[in-house]
């Protein structure tokens, strides 16, 4: 029953913190964001718990959020248009599905668990028990951080050890907003029926039928939560900017948040998925700053205040992997700088090109001092990928259709999804040399499982290429739609590209 509370009122929290999109929103979107933006808040008020070192506990954390989320509740102030039947209706749905689940969960033993697993857990153990990061070893801090520790300290509570329901009710919340997403895709190109069903039902067949996921799943580990907030912070950007609702960077600017502490590349990893979206001028300034503004203090609290003092002395060089993070959150700042000033903002576009370029840089560089550690990790990953890492067909025909859709098809605001996509895949590259050894063949490699992280938002951009080629086919080519990022720079009849 403890953990059932915990799930239901984690799920409680993430309505609170959307409480402004009631009538702006569909109910099925705000349903579907409701549970990772609650385990996203709970992860907030627990980092800066232990960064002011007041005495953490998950009661705590859950508290800290929930004050957040009322906060959040009282000056969204009244909802417009939307009846109380309706969201006592979503709500009702939603937390009943995480009890349930929760139940069923703590009784069929699906969990997961590997070596990586057992220290997670020891990590929510001292957590829980001290308090604070005191009692956390260092070297755990260094390999693993912070983000599937806090996913458990839960089970600490409930004797467990673990939750056995989160990981899986975060999975099934990212199938949901990844179809909420879709559907928005669906809408705005006037998707018929019958495509939108064959669309949803032939890539959920194909993602929930592919071990790799499935296991994640149920894995204690962090890759799931990354993939489905990625999945919130970019999938409701998307919309956001497509729709002009900006509240719905209010639980994209909490998943982009909740990143820098998950894991040793999180940071990095959020960033790559983030400049694509606040270099884009259809969403304006002030609400750029708004979005990365939560990315950009968590990185500050944990890489620059909470875990310095428990680092590996060697890891605190001023490009090491501690306090190289805040010249990650400082890009972010500059570049937003840069587009606030009207003479120079038009080179703010550019961001994502100049993070393409600098990671290719970056790898090539490396690859010319150290060319076998690039070459055994492109051999580990392709056999991975192909068979060696139990994805099936999954990395076999998704990249093909994700070149396929960038060679031929063009929407608006489409960077936002190829530009993170590319991005992350130079960014796994980069990562072997940066943490000085190769991805190696087998399920448990890490290349392999951060491989994870980006599966949500590869597949619904391959959907929404998809919607947006039936509807040129249909005569409706989105080409020749005007954009509202192209009319703010003068640019006349849209390219479509995204970044504007």
Same mark, same amino acid.
């Given at each position: 029953?403890?953990?059932?509370?915990?799930?239901?009122?984690?799920?409680?929290?993430?309505?609170?913190?959307?409480?402004?999109?009631?009538?702006?929103?569909?109910?099925?979107?705000?349903?579907?964001?409701?549970?990772?933006?609650?385990?996203?808040?709970?992860?907030?008020?627990? +980092?800066?718990?232990?960064?002011?070192?007041?005495?953490? !506990?998950?009661?705590?954390?859950?508290?800290?959020?929930?004050?957040?989320?009322?906060?959040?509740?009282?000056?969204?102030?009244?909802?417009?248009?939307?009846?109380?039947?309706?969201?006592?209706?979503?709500?009702?749905?939603?937390?009943?599905?995480?009890?349930?689940?929760?139940?069923?969960?703590?009784?069929?033993?699906?969990?997961?668990?590997?070596?990586?697993?057992?220290?997670?857990?020891?990590?929510?153990?001292?957590?829980?028990?001290?308090?604070?990061?005191?009692?956390?070893?260092? #070297?755990?801090?260094?390999?693993?951080?912070?983000?599937?520790?806090?996913?458990?300290?839960?089970?600490?509570?409930?004797?467990?050890?673990?939750?056995?329901?989160?990981?899986?009710?975060?999975?099934?919340?990212?199938?949901?907003?990844?179809?909420?997403?879709? #559907?928005?895709?669906?809408?705005?190109?006037?998707?018929?029926?019958?495509?939108?069903?064959?669309?949803?039902?032939?890539?959920?067949?194909?993602?929930?039928?592919?071990?790799?996921?499935?296991?994640?799943?149920?894995?204690?580990?962090?890759?799931?939560?990354?993939?489905?907030?990625?999945?919130?912070?970019?999938?409701?950007?998307?919309?956001?900017?497509?729709?002009?609702?900006?509240?719905?960077?209010?639980?994209?600017?909490?998943?982009?948040?909740?990143?820098?502490?998950?894991?040793?590349?999180?940071?990095?990893?959020?960033?790559?998925?983030?400049?694509?979206?606040?270099?884009?001028?259809?969403?304006?300034?002030?609400? $750029?700053?708004?979005?990365?503004?939560?990315?950009?203090?968590?990185?500050?609290?944990?890489?620059?205040?909470?875990?310095?003092?428990?680092?590996?002395?060697?890891?605190?060089?001023?490009?090491?992997?501690?306090?190289?993070?805040?010249?990650?959150?400082?890009?972010?700042?500059?570049?937003?700088?840069?587009?606030?000033?009207? $003479?120079? $903002?038009?080179?703010?576009?550019?961001?994502?090109?100049?993070?393409?370029?600098?990671?290719?840089?970056y790898v090539a560089l490396a690859a010319a001092f150290d060319p076998r550690t690039l070459e055994d990790t +492109?051999?580990?990953?392709?056999?991975?990928?192909?068979?060696?890492?139990?994805?099936?067909?999954?990395?076999?025909?998704?990249?093909?259709?994700?070149?396929?859709?960038?060679?031929?098809?063009?929407?608006?605001?489409?960077?936002?999804?190829?530009?993170?996509?590319?991005?992350?895949?130079?960014?796994?590259?980069?990562?072997?040399?940066?943490?000085?050894?190769?991805?190696?063949?087998?399920?448990?490699? !890490?290349?392999?499982?951060?491989?994870?992280?980006?599966?949500?938002?590869?597949?619904?951009?391959?959907?929404?290429?998809?919607?947006?080629? +039936?509807?040129?086919?249909?005569?409706?080519?989105?080409?020749?739609?005007?954009?509202?990022?192209?009319?703010?720079?003068?640019?006349?009849? !849209?390219?479509?590209?995204?970044?504007?």
């Amino acid at each position: 029953m403890t953990e059932m509370a915990l799930m239901v009122w984690m799920a409680l929290i993430g309505f609170a913190v959307l409480g402004p999109l009631w009538g702006r929103v569909s109910p099925f979107g705000i349903g579907a964001m409701a549970f990772p933006a609650g385990v996203a808040a709970y992860a907030l008020g627990s +980092l800066l718990l232990l960064t002011v070192d007041v005495g953490f !506990s998950t009661v705590a954390g859950l508290v800290v959020a929930s004050v957040g989320g009322m906060v959040v509740v009282l000056v969204g102030g009244r909802t417009p248009g939307v009846s109380a039947g309706v969201m006592l209706a979503t709500i009702g749905i939603v937390v009943g599905a995480c009890a349930i689940g929760a139940i069923i969960l703590q009784n069929v033993h699906l969990t997961r668990l590997t070596a990586d697993s057992v220290r997670y857990l020891a990590t929510a153990g001292a957590l829980e028990t001290a308090g604070s990061l005191d009692g956390v070893s260092a #070297w755990d801090l260094r390999m693993r951080h912070l983000g599937a520790p806090l996913m458990h300290t839960g089970g600490v509570v409930t004797g467990r050890g673990y939750l056995a329901s989160i990981t899986a009710l975060l999975a099934a919340s990212g199938l949901a907003t990844a179809a909420w997403v879709a #559907w928005e895709g669906f809408v705005v190109w006037a998707t018929p029926t019958r495509w939108r069903w064959l669309l949803l039902g032939a890539t959920a067949a194909l993602l929930i039928s592919t071990n790799r996921w499935l296991y994640h799943a149920f894995y204690v580990n962090g890759h799931m939560a990354i993939g489905v907030l990625l999945m919130v912070g970019v999938g409701a950007t998307w919309v956001a900017a497509r729709r002009g609702t900006w509240v719905l960077l209010i639980p994209a600017a909490i998943a982009f948040g909740a990143l820098p502490p998950w894991r040793p590349e999180a940071a990095v990893t959020g960033a790559v998925f983030l400049i694509p979206l606040v270099s884009v001028v259809a969403i304006p300034i002030a609400l $750029r700053w708004a979005l990365a503004a939560p990315f950009v203090a968590t990185t500050v609290l944990w890489h620059g205040i909470a875990y310095p003092a428990r680092a590996v002395d060697g890891d605190l060089g001023v490009f090491g992997p501690v306090y190289g993070n805040l010249f990650v959150a400082a890009g972010i700042v500059v570049l937003l700088a840069v587009a606030s000033v009207a $003479r120079v $903002r038009r080179v703010a576009i550019y961001a994502p090109w100049v993070m393409l370029a600098g990671l290719v840089a970056y790898v090539a560089l490396a690859a010319a001092f150290d060319p076998r550690t690039l070459e055994d990790t +492109l051999a580990a990953t392709g056999s991975n990928l192909a068979v060696s890492g139990l994805w099936g067909l999954y990395w076999w025909v998704l990249p093909l259709f994700i070149v396929g859709a960038l060679l031929v098809i063009r929407f608006r605001l489409q960077s936002m999804w190829t530009m993170s996509i590319f991005g992350y895949t130079l960014a796994l590259l980069a990562f072997v040399y940066l943490r000085e050894g190769p991805y190696r063949v087998g399920t448990g490699d !890490s290349g392999s499982r951060m491989m994870v992280h980006a599966v949500f938002v590869a597949i619904v951009y391959v959907v929404l290429a998809a919607s947006a080629a +039936l509807a040129r086919d249909d005569g409706a080519d989105e080409a020749q739609v005007p954009d509202a990022a192209d009319e703010i720079r003068g640019g006349g009849r !849209s390219r479509s590209r995204g970044v504007a």
